[in-house]
Structures are given as structure tokens and as C-alpha cells.
């Protein structure tokens, strides 16, 4: 039993394992484009799913690892080069499937919590 | 150009990383946190916008759990309880080597020095590694089975990151780990080798006993060596950089690897210099005639110790009149070895 004090703490670990899964859902989806890591995150956040950079940048780099990402270096200011992602054809695949998942899933979360707030 | 806290940050994670991506990794999260200044409107290498570049990174993170984020897999110690784990680590480690030094010096106070060297290493990695794992193992355990285990930790303060190392200074910590692993192996083959080899009577293998024994004599160098080495790589990894101690005790270290290879090879020279008044043949050995001081002792040079079969394809020497004598080998009733020991013609 949390006490009232660590409540706030057990919610964040909480809201941080209900986040986790759509992460990759979230990446995915706006990399349709390419886009290096800072300007996602803001892309991102703009949307209201903001993503630590220590959770974004090693997600990309996992993503990409594992075939659903591409990446390539681009130098525009020589102090400052860019690593741009783009979605990979296998990625594509994936978002397809994960976006019908994601969708499953949440109209039986809508169904449960609409059911339990009756 | 002024080191920044940016460059101090991005080096601490970086040196948490494995080599294969960690240029990569430092080159993107430089990028992003200069991304991340400007857009705050900071200058990394303005005074005045120090506590907003604190702020910044902050945010991001301890450099230790930023780099554990981009681990491939899960780490043993969980990177919260790592700075606690090397501190247990560190102390226990000095503990143990205090007392090992104490001990050892009651032991031969009391009863003189009735041991070997490769014992008295061997013992002390043995407890160190079994004091190692236990820690490890109690470190690994908490963090899996207390879970919500909350450790006080100070507040990371981003002023307190190191200062950027000369290139000369930065530690390549993949070839350090490999070098660690290497001579902890060595170690261990070293002390566990047997320090009395027994091989099969008989002249012929008389020259590898004979080096094998000089070998086993220098045994305690070779452990005293590749102990030096582990203290060197550990204390590079513990200071996370190369420092005048560190390199003047890899100078020395590997000077006396040198003196000891020269010496070995010396003594295997002064093995098979040609003995005076004696002559040792071996078909087996390449060449038409091998010659070994170091066997007059092994081996009268008048009789006959053994015989050397006839090979058409060896010069006959000279110097070895009775060669392929095996007959008189045989009348003499010694077996049939690969070695011949014969005094030249005169």
C-alpha cells in the first residue's frame, strides 16, 4: 500500500509503462519525412506527446536496429551535423499493423472505461 | 575553442558507451543539446547562460543513465544503485588488499616465507573475485527484488562533470577491458599451472624438460607481470583516463616484460648452445644435429643414451660417429630414443 507521499511517484512509473508501448507507434508515425532528433522531439511534443531526449534518441536508434528505420548523416553547418530518420519499407509495414493494434486496443480500453464509469 | 558543459557532458556519456557507436552517439547528443540551447536562447560558452545549460542538462539526465539508455541489454547493476556498487566495490577492494598485505607480513613474521609468490597472487584474486561477485550478486539482487526501492541520491549537479580530457588522456575503454580479461586469464593459467611438470624419462625429452623447468622458474615473473597489469587496467578504469601513474606503470611494466622476454630467450639459447666436448643429434628436431649444454648434466656424453635412426634424407654429420648405431644401443639395453649423445672425433 503506496502513502499518500508516494503516490505521486507510483502514478509517473505508471503513466511511464501506459506510454512506453505507444512510443514506438508515435516515432513511427512521423517519420514518414525525414527528420533528425531534435526537430522530431519537437514535432512531437507540438502534438502533446512529449518524449525525453534520453527515451527518444537510444528508441531511434533501437528502431533502426532493427530494420523499421533508416538513417543518413547530413552536414549542413559543419559544428553541427544531423542524423535525419526516415521510415524504412519494413517500418511501414509495421505501422500499418501496430496502427490497427493500437486502434483494437484502444476502442476495448474506451469500452472497458465507459463500462466502468456506468 | 572554450570547453563547454555541453562538450563535458557529451564526453561523460560517451565514455560509458561502447566504442563501435559511441563517436556516433556524442556526435548525434552533441547536436541535440546544442539544438536545445539555441532554441532556449543559450550559448553554451557564454557565462551568463551556465545555470540554463545546468538546467538543460539536468533534463537529460546523469550522464550514466543517459548512456545506459542506449544499452542493447539489461545491465546487471542497475545504472541508479552504480555509483553506490563501485563504491562498495572500491572499498572492499582496498579492505581486502590491506588485510591480505597484513596477513601476509604476520605469516612471515611468524614462520618465515615458506610460499610461493603465484600463491600468495593466486589467493588474493581469488578472494578479490569471489568478494567481487558477492557484491555483484547482492547489488543485483536488490535492484530485482526491490523494485521501488528508492536510493537518496545527491542532486546531479552538471558543474561537477569532468573536464575535457587531452586526446592523449582519453582511455580506449573496449581495448583496456579486452587487455583486463586477457591477463586476469593469464593470471589464472599461470597460477594454476603445475610448478613440477613430470614428462617421460629419456633423452629426447631431456631439451623440453630442461626448458620447461627453466620456464617454470621464471613462472612467478610471468604471474607478478600480468598481476601488474590487471592493478594498471583496473586503475585506467577506475580513473576513467590515463594519468602519470598509470602511464609510467605501464612504462616500467612493459620494460620488465621485455628484460623477462630477453631473458627467457637467453636462457633457451644457452640451451642449445653446442656443449664443448659433446655433440647431441635429433632426428627429430629439424636439422642434421641439435646440440644442448644444458644436457651434459642430464646425460653421461660417453654413453650411448639413445640413437638416432638413419634418415636418408639428413646429412650424417661428422661429429656423430656413432649415428644410427642402434645395434650397440640395443647390446647396451637402452631403449630406442630420438636423441644421440656421442663425444665427437677428436
Redesign the interface.
Known sequence: MVTKEEYP?LLETLIGELRRGALSLAVLSQLGQPE???SLK?QLAAQGMDI????L??LL?RLE?QGLLESEWRVVDE?????YYRISPQGRQALGDLTKEWQAISAALNSLLTGDKQ | MKETLIDRYVQAVGRRLPGK?RA??Q??????L???AE?RGLNPAAEHDQAGIITLLK???RPE??AA??G?GHSLIHPQVMPAYRRVLAISGGLITLIHLVGLMLVIGNTGFDFTVGDVIANYIKVILMSFGAITIVFAVIDRTLPDL?IEEPEWDPATLPALLPQADRLDYADTVAELITQVALVGVFTSLPWDITLPGGPSWALIHDVLTRLTALLPWFIALSAADVIIQTAKLFQGRWTRFTRWATVLQSLAAVGLLGYVTGQIIRILQPAPGMTACSPALPGPCWWSSSLRSALPPTSCASCCSPSPHRRRPSACPRWGNSRLCKAKKHSFQGVLFVRPKA
Not at chain 1, 52 to 55: L, S
Not at chain 1, 79 to 83: H, K
Not at chain 2, 27 to 32: K, W, Y
Request: charged share 25%; no cysteine; aromatic share 12%.
Open positions: 511517484s533528425y532528433g531534435y519537437q525525453p531526449e534520453g527515451t534518441y537510444p536508434r536496429a559544428a553541427r551535423p544531423r542524423r | 557507436t556516433d552517439v556526435l548525434e547528443l552533441r547536436t541535440a546544442l539544438d536545445a532554441q533534463e537529460y539526465g543513465a543517459m539508455s542506449y542493447v528508492q
